[in-house]
Each structure stands twice: as C-alpha cells, then as structure tokens.
T-cell receptor
Framework: SAVISQKPSRDICQRGTSLTIQCQVD?????MFWYRQQPGQSLTLIAT?????????ESGFVIDKFPISRPNLTFSTLTVSNMSPEDSSIYLC???????????????FGAGSRLTVL | EDQVTQSPEALRLQEGESSSLNCSYT??????LFWYRQDPGKGPEFLFT???AGEEKEKERLKATLTKKESFLHITAPKPEDSATYLC????????????FGKGTRLSVIA
C-alpha cells in the first residue's frame, strides 16, 4: 500500500491566521482525500482532490475556508483559512484503492496534522 | 442518511480477557464495511473489509463478523499491544460515495 507523508505533524496557530498542510504520496494516485478528526467526533471527509480539476467538497465544507491544491499525482495541500479555535483538529490525508471486492474503497492514511488554534 | 454507531466508547480489559466491540450501521445498500485501528499520533490503519452478512475475517487475535445491521470485532486473549482506538466505517453501493465512520472504541488492555 501507499506510504503517505504529511507535514506539519503538529502546529499551534493564532486565531485569524491560515495554515497549509502538505501531503506527499510515494506513488501516483488518482484521488486524494482530506479528512478532519475533531476530538470525540467521527472522521469526516472534507473534500476529494483530483489532479487537474477542482476539488469536490462535502456538505458543510467550502473552498474559501479549505482551499486545496493538487498540482500532480503525488502531492496535495490543504489550507485551513482564517482559523478559529473551532478549527482545532487533526487533519488527515488519505488515498484509496479498490480492495478487490465489489470496488470497496480501502483507504490508506497519513499520520495526520494536529492543529491547535488559540 | 448512512450512519455508524460504535459501542462501547471505551473498553478496559485485563490481558487475556476476551471481548467484542460493536458497530451498528444503517446504509442504503452496503458496498463494504471496514475496520481500522488507530494508535495515538497516527492515522488509521486498515484491518478488514466485509461485504455481506455472514462473512467473517480473522487476523491474529482479531476476528470481524458481519450481519445485516451490525458488525462485531472480537478480540481473543488480548495483549497490551492491542490497545488502540478501533474505527468502523461503511461505504454505500450508490455511486462513488465516501466512507462514513463511527466515533470509534478506545480499547485499553492492562497487563
């Protein structure tokens, strides 16, 4: 399975600032996914990033708040803009691949980026 | 709306004390049910995919089973290294739908 590197691994940010998280994959992949994991909450998909096209955002997430870049098949960035304490969370990059059965999408995750907003 | 509920939220076991984690789900046609393990400071690590009721899969001390409404992750004679958060997720058949995750069960195995 793919190996995913994310950075930063953690950061402490001031309210109103923006932070960009980088995700590097060791192989070419079509789709990359960005998830948010808030304390005590489920992993929630923010958006799907396809190379060469606009990212597709899930309900409740907008491009102005979470702009995504996907310049090539091995790299993506997620920016968390104009941060507030409510954005304190772990942000995870993942890539998918069919498990071989019924096309179910088995995900491989990076280690995550833990953001704390003061 | 697809939903996943995991119970208990936290479970504390003595080493060797077998138990089960529950994942109840509602989905409009199941494509797959997934179990992941997540250690502190790391991303989730894939364990199993189950596709249809009656299916079972095993890996070392872990065994996952599936019915039409729930899945169980059975842990036999656990060791301290099995301590982690276990996540359940489902994917619906319709289109290219994203996985829906539960909140997880935090397992602690005490030596």
């Amino acid at each position: 399975s793919a190996v995913i590197s994310q950075k930063p691994s953690r950061d402490i940010c001031q309210r109103g600032t923006s932070l960009t998280i980088q995700c590097q994959v060791d192989s070419q992949v079509t789709m990359m996914f960005w998830y948010r994991q808030q304390p005590g909450q489920s992993l929630t998909l923010i958006a799907t990033a396809n190379q060469g096209s606009e990212a597709t955002y899930e309900s409740g997430f907008v491009i102005d708040k979470f702009p995504i870049s996907r310049p090539n098949l091995t790299f993506s960035t997620l920016t968390v803009s104009n941060m507030s304490p409510e954005d304190s969370s772990i942000y995870l990059c993942s890539v998918g691949g069919a498990s071989g059965g019924a096309g179910a999408n088995v995900l491989t995750f990076g280690a995550g980026s833990r953001l704390t907003v003061l | 709306e697809d939903q996943v509920t995991q119970s208990p939220e936290a479970l504390r076991l003595q080493e060797g004390e077998s138990s089960s984690l529950n994942c109840s789900y509602t989905v409009s046609g199941l494509r797959g049910l997934f179990w992941y393990r997540q250690d502190p400071g790391k991303g989730p690590e894939f364990l199993f995919t189950l596709y249809s009721a009656g299916e079972e899969k095993e890996k070392e001390r872990l065994k996952a089973t599936l019915t039409k409404k729930e899945s169980f992750l059975h842990i036999t004679a656990p060791k301290p290294e099995d301590s982690a958060t276990y996540l359940c997720a489902v994917q619906a058949k319709s289109g290219n739908t994203p996985l829906v995750f539960g909140k997880g069960t935090r397992l602690s195995v005490i030596a």
